[in-house]
C-alpha cells in the first residue's frame, strides 16, 4: 500500500486528475480536501479547472479567512466540511464572516472510505443551518442513496455526494434521479 499526501505533496485525486478531467467536460468539478494543509492545494486545483474547493474546519481555524480569499481569487467556490463529531456552531463565523464560504458540508461518516454506514444523528446539524441560513448551499457526504436520501433532504441538505448506491447500482441514472427528486420535492413544498 502506498500512502501519499504527507511524506510526499502528491493526492491521489489531485490536480493532475481535475486537469484531465477539464478537458472533456464543463461539470462542476467539486473538490473536497481532506488534508491538513488545504493551502497548498489552492492553486494548483484553481489551475487544473476546479469548481469548487472545500476544506475542513477542524484544520482551518488559523487560516480560514486567507484560505476563502485566495479560493476566491482562483475562481473558485469555497466551502467548509466538519466531521460528524465537530459542533455545528465552528462554521458559524466561516458562514457570517465578511468573506464567508458559501457552502457547507456536513459530512455523514468519518471522512476518509466510501461504502459506510449513514449516520443519522448528523441530520441535527443539516437542519440548525437550514433554519440559519435558509439560502446556504449545504451538502451532506457518507452513506447517502435511495434509503437515506429522504432524511438528509428533509433535514434540508441540497447537494448530495453519493460514492456506492451509484456506482454500485445497475442502474446508476435511475439512482441519481430518485434521490434529485427527493431534494426537488422538499426544495418545492417550502
Ligand atoms: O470519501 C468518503 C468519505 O470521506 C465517502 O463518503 C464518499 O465521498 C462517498 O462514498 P459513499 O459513502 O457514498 O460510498
Not at 6 to 18: D, E, K, M, Q, S
Not at 54 to 62: G, I, L, N
Not at 104 to 132: D, H, I, N, S, Y
Not at 149 to 177: K, R, Y
Request: aromatic content about 6%; hydrophobic content about 40%; glycine content about 8%.
Amino acid at each position: 500500500m502506498k500512502r501519499f499526501q504527507h511524506f510526499v505533496p502528491n493526492l491521489t485525486l489531485g490536480a493532475p486528475v481535475i486537469k484531465s478531467l477539464r478537458k472533456h467536460t464543463k461539470a462542476y468539478l467539486d473538490c473536497h480536501l481532506m488534508v491538513t494543509n488545504p493551502l497548498d492545494y489552492v492553486e494548483p486545483l484553481g489551475d487544473a479547472g476546479a469548481s469548487g474547493f472545500t476544506f475542513h474546519v477542524e484544520v482551518s481555524k488559523e487560516n480560514w479567512q486567507e484560505l476563502v480569499k485566495k479560493v476566491k481569487s482562483k475562481g473558485m467556490k469555497p466551502g467548509v466540511a466538519l466531521r460528524p463529531g465537530t459542533p455545528i456552531e465552528e462554521v458559524y463565523p466561516l458562514v457570517e464572516g465578511e468573506n464567508p464560504v458559501e457552502m457547507v458540508l456536513v459530512m455523514t461518516v468519518e471522512p476518509g472510505f466510501g461504502g459506510q454506514k449513514f449516520m443519522p444523528e448528523t441530520m441535527e446539524k443539516v437542519c440548525v443551518l437550514r433554519a440559519k441560513y435558509p439560502s446556504l448551499d449545504i451538502e451532506v457526504d457518507g452513506g447517502l442513496g435511495p434509503s437515506t436520501i429522504d432524511m438528509a433532504a428533509s433535514a434540508g441538505a441540497n447537494c448530495i455526494v453519493a460514492g456506492s448506491s451509484v456506482f454500485g447500482s445497475p442502474e446508476p441514472a435511475q439512482v441519481i434521479l430518485h434521490m434529485r427528486k427527493s431534494v426537488e420535492e422538499v426544495q418545492s413544498s417550502s
